[in-house]
């Protein structure tokens, strides 16, 4: 763990739990309660390099229930026009205690000279903070640039009085809470080593990704809600949850779409046995497929034309395989890596084509390929990379970013296949990567010791990760923020005339 950090404990009992959960030698350092001895306590501490504080806190709002931790995502004192602190590496440690199985809720904190009740009460909750102490804007106050951090245990909630019996057993709750606070506090101290980050550009959405997002919301903006989306329309958790906020409805096949609604296929294609079944439903269909994926599927087509055995690289159950093999169900073989390469057979190894499923890693599908034309030498390919531009660059971009990073955050979905590839190119190349859905699954102590973060983002990610996850990353002692580019995309694809302004 970091050696140069504190963590300030302000009544006896608050650091008699923590001090349970902390490993020997923790910098533990007990204040005394109220803003004038934490004040004082705090000024022996200006050099150190990371400073956090620990202890229970009186619950604001009823969302909070005993117990449960508060993570401040700023500190502030309770006085007209006192600053804010902000503590932008808060989503972290939350993750860190979420995953020892507290119950934890972000927002802020406001520091008071004295316990609050009632009307007090509610004049806090009313600016938003979530909890209330009288220690951490004063223990906080001096910290600069430096990474800070603050949990409250929730004591006491609303809307029952503070002083009544029951308070006792609260606390008594609070305090059993932070015996468990301090190794998590531990994980994000290590991580405070952060001095850089480095964004690999390009990253985040494609040029298919948006025209794919754009058909849904101009579908919603035209027909209104619902409309309904087979398979997801793109591979990303908070696109999906924000288009089903809106009122698009995804489904895995046509029967559960009811007659005559607007329906949308996603970005990944289908078959053409699903078009025929949309068709004779009579359903109002709006095509998003990505026009580099519909390339595929016309060169497939027109292998199968030619009488070849088709042999497509990529992976079994991805929404694009499964819609390329439909284009001539017995005709095209999945191959899924070089072991299968060396298996497949053919029925004529002179009329042999091959295809590449868009979103995979140019080294994987170059591995399959020496396989394939050792074996097939008539073998014959696409007239251009099928490999998705976007995947491409962002993989270039990536490498030449993880060569001068200590550890790699991807941002997008587990069922992202270009995401997925991003993290295995890192791997490959040596540095570890991490692949997240977002800023808040990033565990601390995969950044231990880290000077160099390499961030980016897979094409179905939204840009605003990158920029959630650059903030977290300053929370923890980063400085600089840099963009490596190695190429500018400027690829854009016109939408269906369904949907076209």
């Known amino acids: 763990m970091s050696g140069d950090w504190v963590l300030f404990a302000p009544m006896r009992a608050e650091a008699r739990a923590l001090r349970r959960g902390l490993p020997p030698g923790a910098p533990l350092r007990r204040t005394g309660r109220g803003l004038s001895r934490a004040g004082r306590a705090a000024a022996a501490y200006r050099a150190t390099a990371a400073l956090a504080v620990a202890g229970i806190g009186g619950g604001l709002t009823d969302r909070l229930q005993p117990g449960d931790v508060v993570v401040a995502t700023e500190v502030r004192r309770d006085a007209p026009d006192a600053a804010s602190l902000p503590c932008p590496g808060a989503p972290l440690l939350a993750a860190a205690l979420r995953r ?39 223990l906080l106050a001096g910290a600069g640039r430096r990474p800070v951090a603050c949990v409250r245990a929730v004591a006491d909630v609303p809307p029952g009085p503070l002083y009544r019996p029951a308070t006792l057993a609260r606390v008594a709750t609070a305090l059993r809470t932070l015996r468990s606070v301090g190794p998590a506090l531990v994980d994000w101290a290590a991580a405070t080593t952060v001095r850089g980050v480095l964004l690999a550009a390009p990253r985040s959405f494609c040029a298919g ?10 579908a919603l903006h035209r027909h209104g809600p619902p409309v309904y989306v087979r398979k997801q329309i793109v591979h990303n958790v908070h696109v999906i949850a924000d288009l089903q906020r809106r009122g698009a409805v995804f489904v895995d096949e046509l029967d559960e779409i009811p007659d005559g609604a607007v329906t949308v296929f996603s970005a990944h294609g289908v078959a053409p046995a699903v078009r025929d079944t949309a068709a004779r439903r009579g359903l109002p269909l709006i095509d998003a497929t990505c026009p580099l994926v519909a390339k595929v599927h016309s060169e497939a087509r027109r292998f199968v034309g030619r009488g070849n055995t088709v042999l497509l690289i990529g992976h079994a159950g991805h929404e694009e395989t499964e819609g390329t093999l439909g284009e001539a169900p017995g005709r095209i073989t999945l191959v899924e890596s070089a072991q299968d390469a060396e298996r497949i057979e053919v029925a004529d190894p002179e009329r042999v084509s091959y295809l590449v499923q868009t979103t ?16 097939f030498p008539a073998l014959t390919g696409p007239s251009s990379d099928d490999i998705c531009y976007a995947t491409t660059n962002r993989q270039v971009a990536l490498r030449e970013v993880a060569a001068r990073a200590d550890v790699v955050l991807v941002l997008g979905s587990a069922n992202s296949s270009n995401s997925r590839r991003l993290a295995e190119v890192s791997e490959r190349d040596g540095t570890p990567a991490y692949l997240v859905d977002d800023v808040e699954a990033v565990d601390p102590r995969w950044l231990a010791g880290a000077r160099t973060v390499g961030v980016t983002a897979g094409a179905s990610a939204p840009p605003w990760l990158v920029e959630r996850a650059v903030e977290a990353l300053r929370g923890l002692g980063a400085r600089t923020v840099r963009e490596h580019t190695t190429s500018t995309e400027d690829v854009h694809f016109t939408l269906p005339k369904e949907v076209r302004t």
């Open 100 to 138: 020892r199985g507290h119950t934890v809720h972000l927002g802020p904190v406001v520091s008071t000279d004295r316990l609050v009740d009632g009307a007090e009460r509610e004049r806090l909750a009313a600016t938003g903070a979530l909890a209330v102490d009288t220690e951490s804007a004063a």
């Open 209 to 218: 990704v948006e025209r794919a997002i754009g058909v849904v919301e101009q």
């Open 360 to 375: 995979l890693a140019v080294d994987e599908v170059s591995g399959v390929l020496d396989v394939l034309r050792r074996r």
